[in-house]
């Protein structure tokens, strides 16, 4: 995102209280229901042991599980699954080029105070990073050792969002960084704390249309944002965006090929098997195919551009 809010939303004095209820704009038909929310992502990476590093000590991920050739991540404190990493060694030069599929990985910090702590640890580790004030969040940017986006961030309370109309107002102003590491105050980064979550994820897609007619009109979510060229911002239960969309790889990117480093599949916990049920007839209905898992229940459906999302039942 970069564009700053007054380029984006003009006068501020015609800004409103996001209250809840008053912003977003709903699908035409199946809407996802309350409480619905990321859940784990699954990542291919070309080397294990480098990446693992990585989620660890730069981020602060702990181990959950290990097998042959992966590692399942969590934060600490927690049996949630929230990262899972997959190697697929691979020859030759890496393809820099941009990709459709993975912008970045959001994991959410239950507080500022957490995410103060987090860049005091990335400061000390020499760890260079971008950041935002997202009007709705405060983030950092990094990648990992195959380029893959991450941000670390934090929300602000709700009773400080504010809405254009139907429109939440998101930007991407400079962060103030040390009033961020102040709110850490002296306490040392122990790794990702109890109550992380995946916030949100952010693909690169071919078309915004198309993409809003997958992840709204069949999928369910809200429209949030949509006044960013090239954008649209997608969330449920009021959150200002579990999903974002994006046309900035450009017109000529194309899929990560399959041996290459890339999101092989994210997951969206809703809080019944009705509700996977609903989701799956209203995408079948739009005329995407899925398919179901018989050992957990789960639906899985790929976007237009290949992208696998898994729709499981949070109870399970």
Do not use: C
């Not at 380029?7 to 015609?14: K, P, T, V, Y």
């Not at 040390?178 to 109890?194: C, K």
């Not at 911002?233 to 965006?241: C, N, Q, S, V, W």
């Amino acid at each position: 995102m970069g564009a700053r809010v007054d380029e984006l939303f003009g006068d501020a004095s015609r800004n409103l209280p996001a209250t809840p209820g008053s912003y977003g704009i709903h699908p035409p038909a199946f809407r996802l229901p309350v409480s619905t929310h990321i859940g784990g992502v699954t990542l291919q990476v070309s080397n294990l042991a480098r990446s693992r590093r990585f989620y660890e000590e730069t981020l602060g991920f702990s181990a959950l599980r290990e097998g042959a050739g992966e590692v399942t991540l969590g934060a600490h404190g927690s049996a949630s699954p929230l990262v899972t990493l997959i190697e697929r060694r691979t020859s030759g030069a890496p393809d820099n080029r941009k990709k459709l599929g993975l912008f970045h990985v959001a994991i959410l910090l239950p507080s500022r105070a957490d995410l103060g702590q987090f860049l005091r640890h990335l400061q000390g580790r020499g760890v260079r990073v971008a950041a935002g004030d997202h009007r709705v969040s405060e983030a950092l940017y990094l990648q990992d050792p195959d380029d893959l986006g991450k941000e670390v961030y934090a929300d602000r309370p709700l009773d400080s969002w504010l809405r254009r109309g139907r429109e939440l107002v998101m930007g991407t102003d400079p962060l103030d960084m040390r009033s961020l590491v102040e709110a850490g105050g002296d306490t040392t980064w122990n790794g990702m704390p109890a109550g992380t979550k995946i916030g949100h994820v952010h693909l690169h897609v071919g078309d915004i249309d198309t993409a809003g007619r997958f992840y709204s009109d069949a999928l369910g979510f809200d429209r949030m944002v949509w006044s960013y060229p090239g954008a649209l911002f997608l969330g449920a239960d009021g959150y200002h965006h579990h999903l974002g969309t994006n046309t900035w790889a450009g017109p000529y990117a194309r899929p990560a090929a399959e041996h290459e480093p890339q999101l092989l599949e994210w997951t969206l916990l809703m809080p019944t098997d009705t509700d996977v049920r609903a989701a799956e007839i209203s995408l079948s209905t739009a005329g995407f195919t899925s398919e179901t898992s018989t050992g957990d229940g789960s639906v899985v459906v790929r976007d237009p551009w290949g992208t696998a999302l898994r729709l499981l039942a949070a109870t399970r």
